[in-house]
């Protein structure tokens, strides 16, 4: 009844058409999202870019090189997610929304590799250390670079929970943590003021521990959702939704994935065996409905219906258990 009153108030459709335009738009502002904060984050770099050339400052180089591959992120995203509106094929029968999963890869690789950069230039200048010039324009650089993070951040993991993209989502988090070690490299430069030299070096190799953090967290996700994980609690509003619809007596095998920002599901549930096929197929029909309204971000559902096995007589799955892999 909530779900017909749903419809009743706000009148939508389940259609395969319907959904992939949804599918559509949701990309397309996750491009929009991409693009605008790669202009942002560009243009932090750049002026960050120029100071550091005056300046000399390893700290504040370190967060700009951080700044520049943060940037650069938004390129292989940006890809991902052109495939992924490529309709499936015949050899590509999911479609092409894994690209994501490899554009994570990508944002790993890139991670790391400003990881390293930053780490050698601390190294360079803690042994070999030098006076940092123009210290009120390293401060100011770095000011900027936090608020260009921060906003970035904001507008990567607001329009990331909206259509369900965990690596725009984490490109978000990466950039708040950017905005954090903007504020560090106004440590080196109060310190540098204070004619400690060594000050621009150690916020460097801070900065790239920093870094370290937010990859130990990139890959972390990365490898989740290539590995098909999801959060529990969508399995169990899953469950408690199948359990819901008329005639399904109880939930067998339930899968979920990712696919690219979108997901799919896989189901069994029992029902009744005196049901003719075509009632057994009605519940199934409720049941992917159910399913597209407790689970967010579902476009499709296959649900397989199971009767109860008749007394005394073989389990009808019984031929197919030595195809099951151990």
Known sequence: MRHQAAHVLRPHSHETADRTDRALESSARGMRALWTSFAVLGATALAQAVVVVASGSVALLGDTVHNAADALTAVPLGIAFVLGRRAATRRFTYGYGRAEDLAGLAIVLTITASAAFAAWTAVDRLLGPRAVDHLPAVAAAAVVGFLGNEWV????????????????????????????????????????????????????????????????????????????????????????????????????????????????????????????????????????????????????????????PLPGTADPHARLAHHATA
């Open 153 to 308: 951040a904001r507008y990567r993991i607001r329009v990331g929970r909206d259509i369900g993209s965990a690596a725009l989502v984490a490109d978000g988090l990466h950039a708040r943590t950017d905005a954090l070690t903007s504020l560090a490299v106004l440590l080196s430069a109060g310190g540098s003021a204070l004619g400690w030299r060594l000050a621009d070096p150690l916020v460097g190799l801070a900065i790239t521990a920093a870094i370290l953090l937010v990859l130990r967290d990139a890959a972390r996700e990365v490898f989740r959702r290539v590995m098909d994980a999801v959060d529990p609690s969508l399995v169990d509003a899953a469950e408690q939704a199948l359990l819901a619809v008329p005639g399904v007596r109880g939930v067998g095998e339930l899968r979920l994935r990712w696919i690219g920002h979108r997901l799919r599901a896989e189901v069994a549930v029992l029902v009744g065996g005196e049901l003719t096929v075509r009632e057994a197929h009605q519940v199934a029909v409720d049941a992917e409905h159910a399913l597209l309204h407790a689970v967010p971000r579902l476009t499709a559902a296959l649900i397989h219906a199971d009767p109860p």
